[in-house]
C-alpha cells in the first residue's frame, strides 16, 4: 500500500514539473500586486470605454450588461478605476469644506469616511470594482443615494434583478445593509469582481497600512493615529460582504 501510494505520488509529481506550472502561473490567485498598484499608484491596463476594468473584469462586466439588457435594465457605470489622485482630490476637497463648516479635523474625518475611502485604501484603485445604476430612468441630480434603490425608487426593478443575478457574473454588493455591519454605510450601487478582488484585498491587507499612510501627505493625513487606522482596517475595509473576504 505504502508503495503503491509513492509510485502514484512520484508519478503524479512527474506530471507536475512538466505540465502543471504554465497552469499554476495562469490562476490569478498566484499573481503578486505591488503595494503601489494596490494604491492606484500604477498605470494599470484598462479595458471598454466608459467601464475601465481590468481585461477579466470587463469582460465579466459585458457578459452581465448583456444579460440585463435583455430583461430590460442598461446597467451604468458611474465609477469604475480611480487612481490615488483622483481620491485624493475628492478626499481633500470634502476634508476643507468640512473643516470650513468649522468641524474638527477628526470630525470631519469621520464625517468623509461614511461613504468615502482615504486615497490608498480605495476598492477603485483595484480596477475590479464598479458603481452603477439603470441607465434608463432619467433622474435627476447625484445618482448615488441608497433611497432611489429601495421599493419605489427608479432603480428598484435594477437592484431587484442584481440581486438575482450579479453573483452569477461573479460580481458582488460590498457594502450590504447587514444590520451590524460597521464602516462603510450600505451602497446598493457599489459591485466588486470577486475573482480578482479576494485575492487583492489577502495581499493588501498583509501590508503595513499605518506604514504606508505615514508616507502619504495630503490634507487630514497628520491626524492619523495607530488607533483610528485600527479601527478603520476593521470596520471600513474588512467589515464588508463576507463572500468577498
Ligand atoms: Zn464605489
Redesign the pocket.
Known sequence: MQRRKFIKKSSLSGLALTMLPTLSFASDNEIEYSILELMGKVDIDLYGEGINLRQEAHDAFLEMKKAAYSDGIDIKIV?SYRSFERQRTIFERKYLRYIDEGMSPLDAIDKIIEYSTIPGTS??HWGT???VIDGYPKVEGDVLVPNLFKGGGPFENFKKWMDENSEKFDFHLVYTDVAKRNGFKY?P??YSYAPLSVPMLTQFRSKNLMQILKNEEFEGSSEFTTGFIKNYVRNNILDINTSLL
Open positions: 465609477s476598492r477603485h470594482d464598479i458603481d451602497e450601487w457599489h
